[in-house]
């Protein structure tokens, strides 16, 4: 459910669908939406060059960071994700087709970050392939989007737009600094960061720092303590 917003502005989201700290910031993102215009922007973690198949080595890296963010941030992380897609070697994790479908769902009906929020519980959850088109064209159809337009709007959307995107994301990323995720409230054209890591699976703290802070500029902040970076996510 997305509210009535508060005041003029706006926060910028930076994500990576296949970055477990933004999912663990998912209850944040969701929460913000009923008070605030929430804009993403996806910045390609596992995209490009950066893609990679599952292997012995990149489970045992994302494994005992992903049992952290369950730790910290309540979120829940399935056994079709832990033994089911973490020990699939033919699984590639590529961030640039998922970005893709967030896109098509903005350009269909505004329902971007309600897609992301299917993808990221797809992925974590499910264990199910969100870099796979049919994957990705089924999860949208179950959030609403008619197919034939969302299909017309993801084909579209691919190749050149969505990198497109990606470099405009991660030069955002570079202007303001931080990681995935990173949240930047915009008043009057002024771009503050948001330290989110207070918050991390209290929803109810976030919504009240944010009443408080919206009518007025934000406070500056170091940033969140609990993110990914290009390279891959911290504990």
Same mark, same amino acid.
């Given at each position: 459910?997305?509210?009535? =917003?508060? $005041?003029?502005?706006?926060?910028?989201? &930076?994500?990576?669908?296949?970055?477990? %700290?933004?999912?663990?910031?998912?209850?944040?993102? @969701?929460?913000?939406?009923?008070?605030?215009?929430?804009?993403?922007?996806?910045?390609?973690?596992?995209?490009? +060059?950066?893609?990679?198949?599952? @292997?012995?080595?990149?489970?045992?890296?994302?494994?005992?960071? !992903?049992?952290?963010?369950?730790?910290?941030? $309540?979120?829940?992380?399935?056994?079709?994700?832990?033994? $089911?897609?973490?020990?699939?070697?033919?699984?590639?994790?590529?961030?640039?087709? =998922?970005?893709?479908?967030?896109?098509?769902?903005d350009a269909v009906a505004g329902q971007g970050? !309600?897609?992301?929020? +299917?993808?990221?519980?797809?992925?974590?959850?499910?264990?199910? +392939? &969100?870099?796979?088109?049919p994957v990705l064209h089924e999860l949208a159809?179950?959030?609403?989007?008619?197919?034939?337009?969302?299909?017309?709007?993801?084909?579209?959307?691919?190749?050149?737009?969505?990198?497109?995107?990606?470099?405009?994301?991660?030069?955002?990323?570079?202007?303001?600094?931080?990681?995935?995720?990173?949240?930047?409230?915009?008043?009057? $054209? +002024?771009?503050?960061?948001?330290?989110?890591?207070?918050?991390?699976?209290? @929803?109810?703290? %976030?919504?009240? %720092?944010?009443?408080?802070?919206? =009518?007025?500029?934000?406070?500056? @902040?170091?940033?969140?303590?609990?993110?990914?970076?290009?390279?891959?996510?911290? &504990?």
């Amino acid at each position: 459910m997305v509210g009535e =917003p508060i $005041g003029n502005a706006t926060l910028h989201y &930076i994500y990576d669908p296949m970055c477990g %700290w933004c999912y663990g910031a998912a209850p944040l993102v @969701s929460a913000a939406r009923e008070l605030v215009a929430v804009r993403a922007h996806g910045g390609g973690m596992m995209a490009g +060059r950066n893609r990679q198949h599952v @292997s012995p080595q990149l489970r045992g890296y994302v494994m005992p960071h !992903d049992r952290r963010i369950a730790q910290l941030t $309540g979120q829940p992380f399935g056994e079709a994700y832990f033994e $089911g897609l973490l020990r699939d070697e033919t699984t590639l994790f590529d961030s640039e087709p =998922p970005i893709t479908a967030v896109l098509a769902a903005d350009a269909v009906a505004g329902q971007g970050l !309600d897609l992301l929020a +299917r993808l990221q519980r797809a992925h974590y959850v499910e264990g199910r +392939r &969100i870099a796979d088109a049919p994957v990705l064209h089924e999860l949208a159809t179950e959030i609403g989007l008619e197919r034939v337009a969302f299909a017309r709007a993801f084909e579209q959307a691919s190749g050149e737009p969505t990198q497109a995107h990606i470099a405009a994301s991660r030069a955002l990323l570079a202007r303001i600094g931080g990681g995935f995720p990173t949240f930047a409230l915009e008043r009057e $054209g +002024r771009l503050e960061i948001v330290d989110i890591g207070p918050h991390l699976g209290h @929803s109810d703290t %976030w919504k009240a %720092w944010l009443r408080a802070h919206l =009518p007025a500029a934000t406070a500056s @902040s170091t940033g969140p303590a609990f993110r990914c970076s290009l390279d891959g996510c911290a &504990i």
